[in-house]
């Protein structure tokens, strides 16, 4: 199974807004409304950031957003701050008795 | 709260059999729609989603791994027990598991497995 196709770096200074995206095919993006997203600092495990596309859960700030338009899925952070600094990874669900769950290629997050 | 922890070997040779468990709180794998994941990322490089097992007991693994690969539950212990056959320099990577649904929202620690003669 390809990993879905993400930016190998964006950077952004202070609040400002930078946006990730996250290409798939029509049998994971585009296929399900189950993209995620995950924030990973060095060395630490990958924290749940955005789900069912736009879902935030509790305690992520509302300056991470999500989207979707076709095979392709945007995380949008605005107002970046320092701690935004990370690797960012989406996945796509795409089906429990085919493909399972696809992950992207990581995009790494620079606070200039 | 929900936790997770992975144990198991820090190093293992060529073409053993690794053996990881995941022993977990706050939730129960007999619980309908409860299911726990394992995923795993070599250094430097991205995710990538190893199996899958369900409150049901169904299982679900890698397309491209799943003849290595054996994921079984322990429902009494609240843990959850990888195998993967042959184990590879390539294999090499830390391991996590994770509860699941359509996605993963609570990751355990990781363990980092070398595989090294």
């Known amino acids: 199974q390809s990993a879905l196709t993400q930016p190998r770096s964006v950077s952004g200074s202070p609040g400002q807004s930078v946006t990730i995206s996250c290409t798939g095919t029509s049998s994971d993006v585009g296929g399900y409304n189950y993209v995620s997203w995950y924030q990973q600092h060095p060395g630490k495990a990958p924290k749940l950031m955005i789900y069912?596309?736009?879902k935030r859960p509790s305690g992520v700030p509302d300056r991470f957003s999500g989207s979707k338009s076709g095979n392709t899925a945007s995380l949008t952070i605005s107002g970046l701050q320092a701690e935004d600094e990370a690797d960012y990874y989406c996945?796509?669900?795409?089906?429990?008795?085919?493909?399972?769950?696809?992950f992207g290629t990581g995009t790494k997050v620079t606070v200039l | 709260q929900v936790t997770l922890k992975e144990s198991g070997p820090a190093l293992v040779k060529p073409t053993q059999t690794l053996t990881l468990t995941c022993t977990f709180s706050g939730f129960s794998l007999m619980t309908t729609r409860m299911r726990v994941s394992w995923i795993r990322q070599p250094p430097g490089k991205a995710l990538e989603w190893l199996a899958r097992i369900d409150w049901d007991d169904d299982k679900f693994y890698s397309t491209s791994l799943k003849t290595r690969l054996t994921i079984s539950k322990d429902t009494s212990k609240n843990q959850v027990v990888l195998t993967m056959t042959n184990m590879d320099p390539v294999d090499t990577a830390t391991y996590y598991c994770?509860?699941?649904?359509?996605?993963?929202?609570?990751w355990g620690q990781g363990n980092l497995v070398t595989v090294s003669s």
């Open positions: 994770a509860r699941t649904t359509e996605y993963f929202d609570y």
């Open positions: 996945c796509s669900y795409a089906g429990s008795y085919t493909l399972g769950y696809v």
């Open positions: 069912d596309v736009s």
